[in-house]
Nanobody, 115 residues
């Protein structure tokens, strides 16, 4: 099993930045895929960004060039640096991990972009 604990959400003005962190209970090197999803009110959960153990990254089109996902294997942590935030980025952000073909989720952290 993998436990995931997120932190770093909050309220930010449009154009601002936030950095989300997700600490895993297992070595990040052993987790094949880690990433971030988000769910806005009344909408389905959607992929934001993923990072494979091999170093490949993938981003949803609307966040390309603004968000950056990274892993710190020594700290068993995955990060999501979010820049140039827009009101439409407002959502609950969930950390995700796929470990031995099973999906694991964090509890979610709220990100609100508003003036």
């Amino acid at each position: 099993q993998v436990q995931l604990v997120e932190s770093g959400g909050g309220l930010v003005q449009p154009g601002g930045s936030l950095k989300l962190s997700c600490a895993a209970s297992r070595s990040a090197v052993s987790i094949s895929l880690m990433g971030w999803f988000r769910q806005a009110p009344g909408k389905q959960r959607e992929l934001v960004a993923t990072s494979s153990s091999g170093g490949n990254t993938n981003y949803e089109d609307s966040v390309k060039g603004r968000f950056t996902i990274s892993r710190d294997n020594a700290e068993n942590t995955v990060y999501l640096q979010m820049n140039s935030l827009k009101p439409e980025d407002t959502a609950v952000y969930y950390c995700y991990a796929n470990y031995w073909f099973k999906d694991y989720w964090g509890q979610g952290t709220q990100v609100t972009v508003s003036s």
